[in-house]
């Protein structure tokens, strides 16, 4: 970005050779550059407590790990700019995952069967957001509610199991573990996400409207957004690509099912996005912050799995990771600590 | 000045709910001048605003612009007629820059993607058309500007858009001294420049200092409309307080404006 100064007054520059490394600092993000710092920690500590950290195999099971979870992150991130949350991902991921491996087996093709899955995934994310737009429900009240309404729905759909089997077809193998380029096709459909979304964000007005309605949104109101509408499709947005998620999860397992794989990340994805620089309040936040978090996560809990560290171990850091994310953010925006947070 | 008003508003009411906040107000704005809109804390200056700015639907009156009869139902249309409004409280977004927050909401995109140059050159260009010198970097966010710096930040993109009226909803209320002082020289600019502008303040000294009209309201009735030349202090004061002064103003508290 130039910048212009506009007859800056005398004694009002500041000195060119400081300005410019701030400058620099501010383009890749001093949060940003921190996610790095900590991402080279992690993989030099376990690289060097256990050897085969960075075996290739391993490498490879962080990936799809990352794949997952990523994609939720990415736009948990899209919510949260919008100043609210949406915690019935995880849930709309195991809908996704039950309706893609039932359409397959009734079906056999997998295209439609997919294709199914991510209209049943807009569709839940339509029912968040007319909830919260028109029902006025809080955002974390609606998603709370449909976070059990929808996993019941995948249950009742699956009857707590698993259905069908779908690797022994190309298209779902393709997916499953296949590759593109050297790279497995998981990285792609997120790398594809990913940029899709960081470019709506950073270089369209849809994606500026977005970070204003999370800035002010009476602002946003009286420049004549619809913010009613933007709520919507961002919901929408998140229900497409849980879809897509979920589609992923019954390929790398071969079956669909309704919690197994998918409960919990909804809190991932969270704690991804509040690491990668999201404020809770709306109107801060970035793809590539998001995804440099989940990475670290990602990391992170692989690492402490192959030292044998429990699981249960495990979620108490995650949840205290969360706390500490959303602490930094709001220490940093200057709240003072008086009654509730807003 | 023989000009006929840019915006014209004719037996205006408006209610929020049970409580009527506007009663059969007439309003004339015209080119080239400052119109000062007085009245106490809470007669409605506000809300009159944001019926002109299509942000609160009229229950009754008319709409003129140009001399024609016009429906404004939202703030796009509004705009489109060329109104611009600075709200009481700005309307900024902290966590945008000046460009974007200029741009809020009728971003300039070339294909999909937005055109920042352009939308940076416009900006820079309007700011310095009115003289701004109190801005360092267009790229700023407007979080780490002074009171002053946000209010000409609201007023330039207010003025970006070629706009026949701009409003000004108490600029000055939560200003210092000298930055009071160049907000209403930009205001005085703008009319200058063959704006309509009209100003609400509760400063009487800063509504004589720059306006050419004063129209003052009294619990959401329109008191009187004058040349500001026309009048002195203590009868802007007794309009604003008693709805009445003399030969001016309202006939016994609920008639017709004079
Ligand atoms: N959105 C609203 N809903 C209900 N009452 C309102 C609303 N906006 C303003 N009012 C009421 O209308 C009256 C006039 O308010 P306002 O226009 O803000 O006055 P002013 O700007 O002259 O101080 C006040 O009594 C206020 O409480
Ligand atoms: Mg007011």
Same mark, same amino acid.
């Given at each position: ?342 | ?81 060329? !109104?611009? &409004? ?10 945008? %820059? ?5 741009? +809020? *909401? #009728? ?90 502008? !009209?100003? &609400? ?10 306006? %050419? ?5 009294? +619990? *959401? #009735? ?37």
């Amino acid at each position: 970005m130039t910048t212009t100064s506009v007859q800056a007054g005398p004694g009002e520059q500041a000195p060119e050779s400081r300005r410019r490394l701030g400058d620099l600092i501010g383009a890749v993000g001093a949060q940003n550059l921190i996610l790095v710092l900590a991402i080279v920690l992690v993989v030099v500590v376990f690289g060097v407590i256990n050897p085969g950290y960075l075996a290739w195999a391993n490498i490879r099971v962080i990936a799809d790990a990352v794949t997952i979870a990523g994609l939720l992150a990415v736009v948990q991130t899209v919510v949260i700019i919008c100043g609210a949350l949406d915690i019935s991902v995880g849930s709309a991921t195991g809908v996704a995952s039950v309706v893609s491996a039932m359409a397959f087996t009734a079906t056999q093709n997998a295209l439609a069967s997919m294709g199914l899955a991510i209209v049943v995934g807009l569709v839940l994310g339509l029912v968040n957001g007319v909830i919260i737009v028109y029902g006025r429900v809080n955002p974390v009240i609606a998603t709370l509610a449909t976070l059990a309404a929808y996993r019941g729905f995948a249950q009742l759909l699956s009857n707590g199991a698993a259905m069908g089997f779908v690797l022994g077809d190309d298209l779902w193998i393709f997916i499953s573990r296949g590759s593109l380029l050297g790279l497995p096709t998981l990285m792609w459909i997120l790398a594809a996400v990913a940029l899709a979304i960081h470019l709506l964000l950073k270089y369209t007005d849809i994606g500026r409207n977005i970070y204003a309605i999370g800035g002010n949104d009476t602002a946003a109101r009286l420049a004549g957004i619809n913010i009613n509408k933007y709520l919507i499709a961002v919901y929408a947005l998140a229900g497409v690509v849980s879809a897509i998620a979920g589609i992923i999860l019954t390929a790398r397992t071969g079956f669909g099912h309704p919690t197994s794989g998918s409960s919990g990340l909804e809190l991932k994805a969270i704690t991804a996005a509040a690491l990668g620089g999201c404020a809770l309040a709306g109107g801060k936040g970035g793809v590539g912050g998001t995804l440099l978090a989940m990475v670290l996560l990602g990391a992170l809990e692989n690492g402490l799995t192959l030292n044998n560290i429990s699981t249960f171990w495990q979620n108490v850091a995650q949840g205290a990771l969360l706390v500490i994310a959303v602490v930094i953010q709001q220490r940093r925006s200057g709240e003072r600590a008086v009654g509730l947070p807003t | 000045m023989s000009q006929g008003p840019v915006l014209e508003l004719r037996g205006i009411d408006k209610s929020f709910g049970p409580v009527q906040v506007l009663h059969d107000v007439a309003f004339s704005v015209y080119p080239g001048e400052v119109t000062a809109l007085v009245g106490d804390n809470g007669a409605g200056k506000s809300t009159l605003v944001k019926c002109i700015g299509g942000i609160h639907p009229i229950d009754a009156g008319e709409y003129f612009f140009e001399g024609e009869k016009v429906q404004v139902n939202g703030p796009r249309d509004a705009a489109a007629l060329g !109104v611009e &409004i600075v709200y009481q409280d700005l309307a900024l977004c902290d966590n945008l %820059d000046i460009v974007q927050n200029m741009f +809020l *909401g #009728r971003e300039r995109t070339s294909g999909l993607v937005l055109d920042e140059a352009m939308m940076e050159e416009m900006a820079a260009k309007t700011l310095a058309g009115l003289s701004v010198r109190t801005v360092k970097s267009l790229r700023q966010q407007v979080s780490s500007l002074s009171g002053g710096q946000r209010q000409t930040v609201a007023i330039a993109k207010a003025v970006l858009w070629n706009s026949k009226v701009v409003i000004l909803d108490e600029p000055t209320a939560a200003l210092g001294v000298a930055q009071t002082a160049q907000v209403l020289e930009l205001v005085r600019r703008l009319a200058d420049n063959g704006l309509a502008v !009209v100003l &609400i303040s509760h400063n009487m000294n800063d509504v004589f200092a720059v306006s %050419d009209r004063i129209a003052a309201l009294y +619990l *959401g #009735r329109m008191a009187a409309q004058v040349r500001t030349s026309d009048v002195t202090h203590s009868q802007v004061v007794e309009l604003i307080t008693s709805g009445r002064s003399g030969e001016l103003g309202l006939r016994n508290g609920n008639g017709a404006a004079s």
